[in-house]
Nanobody, 124 residues
């Protein structure tokens, strides 16, 4: 079972940028569908971005053009770079992974088998 640990959250002013990191306990290269999602208090979980084992990316409409999902296979780390942040994007951000999702089944908003504990992002 892969362990995921997020970091990089914090407080930022509207319009600012953050890069979130997600360290995986085992090799994720070419084997996992990887994703970021967020959840604000009182709101439903919202998928943000996904990258499949071939490197194809998928973004929620709200994230397109501002967020970038990427991975460093040498470090077993997934990233989410966020620009032009908005106050309504204040939430706990989670990374997720699933080795059984691929192709059309690896998409933003899917239910993933593993997830981390989250990192808080506050935009004011």
């Amino acid at each position: 079972q892969v362990q995921l640990v997020e970091s990089g959250g914090g407080s930022v002013q509207a319009g600012g940028s953050l890069r979130l990191s997600c360290a995986a306990s085992e090799l994720i290269e070419n084997t996992y569908c990887l994703s970021w999602f967020r959840q604000a208090p009182g709101k439903e979980r919202e998928g943000v971005a996904t990258i499949d084992s071939a490197g194809n990316t998928d973004y929620a409409d709200s994230a397109k053009g501002r967020f970038t999902i990427s991975q460093d296979n040498a470090k077993n780390t997934l990233y989410l770079t966020k620009n032009s942040l908005k106050p309504e994007e204040t939430a706990m951000y989670y990374c997720a992974a699933d080795p059984w999702r691929s192709g059309a089944f690896c998409y933003t908003g899917a239910d993933f088998r593993y997830r981390g504990q989250g990192t808080q992002v506050t935009v004011s």
